[in-house]
């Protein structure tokens, strides 16, 4: 696949990311493991199609020490034995936050299930999360960014 065009060469671009970024660094505070941050980012990055934020977030996430076993396992998280309660709360928001325009929404018995294992601030850091990398995988998208080139430690959060 070849690119449509490089994002970072349109001037505006670079100061766009910056506060994208910047919001995902934000929300990194509110107390969410940073593993299960990364869950939800592989999580809608694989029902968005997103090979660069795929690249990029399975890279960080082998990196700060998660498994090849659980990568491998989260497109198929409700049938995996691998993920935790909290992990699988966050990976449904998840799934259903990224699915929005598919007209079923985050249900009440969802957003129950996400509220046992997480405080608001951690609840909204995930919708924050999911909002962001949803965002993200959409600018790829469209203009065809490729995954495969991604070096580990170039994430800035």
């Not at 910056?18 to 995902?24: P, V």
């Not at 509110?30 to 593993?35: D, I, N, R, S």
Request: charged residues 20%; proline residues 6%; negative net charge.
């Amino acid at each position: 696949m070849e690119a449509r065009l490089n994002p970072f060469d349109i001037e505006f671009v670079p100061r766009f990311a910056k506060h994208l970024i910047a919001a995902a660094t934000a929300t990194a505070a509110a107390g969410v493991p940073p593993a299960t941050l990364e869950l939800v980012r592989i999580r809608a990055s694989q029902i968005n199609g997103c090979s660069g934020c795929l690249d990029m977030h399975t890279k960080e996430a082998l990196a700060a020490g998660e498994t090849p076993l659980r990568l491998s396992l989260v497109a198929a998280w409700r049938d995996a034995t691998v993920f935790t309660e909290s992990e699988r709360a966050a990976l449904e928001l998840a799934e259903l936050g990224t699915r929005l325009a598919d007209g079923g929404g985050v249900g009440d018995e969802a957003w129950a299930s996400a509220a046992k294992q997480f405080d608001e601030p951690q609840l909204l850091a995930i919708v924050c999360q999911v909002a962001l990398i949803n965002a993200f995988n959409r600018m790829n998208v469209m203009t065809r960014q490729p995954g495969g080139d991604y070096q580990p430690g170039h994430l800035p959060i």
